[in-house]
């Protein structure tokens, strides 16, 4: 099984600058697709970025330029490094991961328990 820990969320002023992490433990023998959704009240879980094994991104238009999304495959870690945050950023943020538990098992999905960010002033 593997759990996720997401950490960084909280409150920042319009045009701040924020940064949520996620960490991956458990059994884990390989880790595929890493990403970042948000889900903001009343609106669908939305992909925000996701980056693959070798280091390719994706990013919703929305994000584009102000979010960059980096993972350390060693620490079975993924960022997300938000700029120029506006209120509509405000949202609960979940990790999220495709990963192998075991050599030669299909991959799976996991979800991390999601982190409050509040963009207001």
């Known amino acids: 099984q593997v759990q996720l820990v997401e950490s960084g969320g909280g409150l920042v002023q319009p045009g701040g600058s924020l940064r949520v992490s996620c960490g991956a433990s458990g059994v884990i023998f390989s880790i595929n697709r890493m990403a970042w959704y948000r889900q903001a009240p009343g609106k669908q879980r939305e992909l925000v970025a996701c980056?693959?094994?070798?280091?390719?991104?994706n990013y919703a238009d929305s994000v584009k330029g102000r979010f960059t999304i980096s993972r350390d495959n060693a620490k079975h870690t993924v960022n997300l490094q938000m700029t120029s945050l506006k209120p509509e950023d405000t949202a609960v943020y979940y990790c999220?991961?495709?990963?192998?538990?075991?050599?030669?098992?299909?991959?799976?999905?996991?979800w991390g328990q999601g982190t409050q960010v509040t963009v207001s002033s």
């Open positions: 980056i693959t094994s070798d280091g390719s991104t």
């Open positions: 999220h991961v495709v990963a192998t538990p075991y050599f030669g098992n299909p991959s799976r999905t996991y």
